[in-house]
């Protein structure tokens, strides 16, 4: 059985934040480099953050320019949420590290 919260983010899309507040662009491109990110579904009770480890063969990168904080991200990562193995899509506007994401359910 599928839990309420990985069900209801596995439908439709919600808005995301990236990464922590007071970190720089290079220190989020070193966390994108090394395979690990940090996002956090925003329209959940407190918030949902979720750690993920970055596909990086999903994920596109190339559109953002950590120089001057602009372009778009394509994160794929995988993770586990209330012990369901979950992947995130998400799609970021670097310039505000906000965005729109889902989860898809990986395990039955």
Do not use: P
């Not at 720089?24 to 480099?33: G, P």
């Not at 596109?60 to 994160?75: P, R, V």
């Amino acid at each position: 059985m599928v839990d309420e919260l990985v069900d209801r983010l596995s439908r439709d899309k919600h808005e995301i934040v990236i990464g922590h507040r007071d970190e720089s662009d290079k220190e989020l491109q070193k966390r994108i480099e090394d395979g690990y990110i940090h996002i956090k579904f925003t329209q959940t009770k407190g918030g949902t953050e979720l750690g993920l480890n970055l596909d990086k063969q999903l994920s596109q990168i190339e559109d953002a320019n950590f120089e001057t904080g602009q372009g778009n991200l394509k994160i794929r990562g995988t993770c586990e949420l209330n012990f369901h193995k979950v992947r995130c899509v998400a799609d970021v506007d670097l310039a505000t590290r906000r965005g729109v994401g889902y989860l898809e359910l990986l395990d039955n």
